[in-house]
């Protein structure tokens, strides 16, 4: 199976289905992996924004809320 094919399939799981098998080969890659991966100049600005915001008091969402919200999609 080749790669579009693979696309082509899970492109037809429901939208749950897509985000578990997504965390399941992040985590494989995030575990295995001895690579430092390079983070670009405007995420590392963004980053930088949105803590100056949290530190601030600005209201932010916990990633659990946000991830159930997805999964009940």
């Known amino acids: 199976m080749n790669i579009e094919q693979i696309k ?5 799981l429901p ?3 897509q985000l578990a ?8 890659i995030s575990s ?3 690579v430092d991966f390079p983070v670009p100049l ?7 924004e949105r803590y100056q ?7 932010t969402q916990d990633w659990s809320d946000v ?3 997805l999964l009940a999609k």
């Open 67 to 69: 991830h159930q919200s």
């Open 42 to 48: 405007w995420q590392k600005q963004f980053l930088k």
């Open 8 to 12: 082509a399939e899970v492109s037809q």
């Open 53 to 59: 915001a949290y530190q601030q008091g600005q209201e």
């Open 15 to 17: 939208l749950s289905d």
């Open 21 to 28: 098998l997504m965390e399941s080969i992040w985590a494989s």
């Open 32 to 34: 295995e992996s001895e």
